[in-house]
């Protein structure tokens, strides 16, 4: 190892440090900080990410980064390290160009929005949150300016969640999806029946959590290299791949929310936990492509949890920790998990109707930064889309346009990467069954761990490594497209509706 590399690998565990603390610090805002504690957090949060910062754009780093891109000293790293160099130079560059004072405005205030917006939609009062949410757009749109000058704002933005994907191959997937799934969706509600007056009793909270602990066990948690807190809106976050922290929110009356947030959040934390750990803090490491890991999400959410076969080894162990499922049958719950029906809340939406809830809030971010739509217009607009596309309006703001946090904390461009993710869940589903056999099989034989295992070698130990066009070619041999998206829900659902 050269002295530079080894310097270089120091200066880098000193920026972990700081990282380490802002993420501490994030994670005991959300789960257990009181009230009056926040500004604290938020006072420290901002100065250890402004320290933070200027190690990463400091004129010291960037000697050293230009130093190791010398042939000399970039010929003979590993692969490994001439990935992280690469990548970090570039990063470098970039956020260079941000003013450390408009970088630690944007952290003050990204804490700031999310405390609002919680008590915001507590209230169901967008007033509150609106002049937070203009701060948020206004520090995006300068902070893009100075890193991806000349870009377009809004597709500077998609490409820093999902490199490589831009509005408009985003626009040809979201329509393909539009045009065959608007008219299946209306033959389905056609097919409704009554409500199932058995999921609308009391299911108690803590049964609840040893439900999730279950889950999470049975789908290849591991318990010694993670951990699960409670808060406002479900997340999951990682210090490396041996601790990763996810979240949970639970509600009395509405058992499956938690059940299938613990699946969801379950699939990030996995993906987290297996990455190579060589690449553990550096940014090879944790997948920064939010498709890419929302996939690994949603494909334990859906593709596998709501599946018939994914709970008969486990749905007498449900019934005993949470007593009222012992009166549903499995046929009943199966049907009540896949009930298509046009609702307000994103995260309770079925897997169908969930697109609808992605592509309004893509087309939502269109508005905001390409037709500059006022944000105090956007409650409106936010309605006419939810009647445009599902047939409802919401009948305040909380049900409506305070649903998600993600905007709060600036996550502009992030919402696409759930309905990405879904998309190349279809191509991972049908190389998955190419490669290990019918999924339906494996999970009615309990062997869930083949499949992790699968997602694990394909997938989860590449961290960063790979943009996620690559990754899915990798993996199956095609370039990104909609139709097996589109194909499985109209097998399962022309099934399960008797269209």
């Known amino acids: 190892m050269s002295k530079l590399l080894e310097e270089f690998q120091d200066y880098l565990s000193k920026m972990n440090q700081y990282e380490h603390v802002t993420t501490l610090l994030y994670w005991d805002m959300k789960t257990g900080a009181p009230k009056l504690g926040q500004a604290g957090h938020v006072e420290a949060l901002t100065h250890f990410s402004t320290e933070a910062f200027a190690l990463s754009t400091s004129e010291k780093l960037g000697e050293m980064l230009a130093g190791l ?96 994907m831009d509005s408009a191959t985003i626009d040809g997937l979201f329509e393909d999806l539009k045009k065959e799934l608007i008219p299946f969706v209306k033959e389905i509600l056609l097919r409704q029946k009554p409500e199932n007056q058995a999921f609308k009793g009391c299911f108690d909270t803590n049964g609840q959590k040893s439900v999730q602990d279950m889950l999470l066990d049975y789908i290849g948690f591991r318990k010694d290299a993670g951990s699960v807190g409670e808060s406002e809106h479900p997340f999951t976050l990682n210090f490396s791949s041996k601790d990763v922290r996810l979240t949970n929110h639970y509600y009395e009356h509405d058992p499956i929310s938690a059940i299938f947030s613990a699946i969801h959040e379950g699939g990030h934390a996995i993906f987290e936990q297996n990455v190579n750990p060589e690449y553990d803090n550096t940014v090879a490491g944790s997948c920064r492509y939010m498709g890419l890991h929302e996939s690994q999400s949603r494909f334990y959410e859906n593709i596998l949890g709501r599946n018939y076969n994914f709970w008969l080894p486990v749905y007498d162990t449900l019934g005993e920790l949470l007593p009222p499922f012992q009166a549903i049958s499995l046929d009943d719950f199966y049907r009540e998990i896949n009930h298509v029906k046009n609702s307000f809340i994103r995260v309770n939406a079925d897997e169908v109707t969930y697109c609808f809830h992605i592509i309004l809030r893509y087309e939502m971010e269109k508005a905001i930064f390409r037709d500059h739509v006022p944000v105090n217009d956007l409650p409106a607009l936010w309605n006419r889309k939810m009647q445009e596309y599902l047939l409802i309006t919401p009948a305040n703001d909380a049900e409506g346009i305070l649903q998600d946090m993600h905007w709060s904390d600036g996550g502009f461009g992030y919402f696409p990467s759930y309905l990405l993710g879904s998309i190349y869940d279809g191509m991972l589903l049908d190389t998955l069954q190419e490669e290990l056999g019918d999924v339906d099989e494996l999970l009615k034989s309990g062997k869930i761990g083949e499949i992790t295992a699968w997602l694990n070698r394909k997938i989860h130990r590449y961290g960063s490594t790979r943009k996620p066009k690559d990754a899915i070619m990798a993996v199956c041999g095609k370039e990104i497209s909609a139709e097996p998206l589109i194909r499985y829900f109209k097998k399962k659902y022309t099934k399960l509706y008797q269209i």
């Open 69 to 164: 891109a010398k042939p000399e000293e970039f010929d003979a790293l590993t692969d490994t390290w001439k990935f992280i160099v690469t990548r970090m130079k570039r990063d470098f560059d970039r956020d260079k160009r941000i003013p450390a004072d408009v970088y630690a405005a944007f952290v003050q205030t990204q804490a700031e929005a999310g405390n609002v917006w919680v008590e915001a939609k507590e209230k169901s009062d967008f007033s509150l949150f609106a002049p937070y949410l203009q701060k948020m757009i206004d520090l995006t749109v300068e902070i893009t300016g100075y890193t991806d000058p000349g870009m377009e704002v809004y597709d500077a933005l998609l490409d820093q969640y999902e490199e490589g």
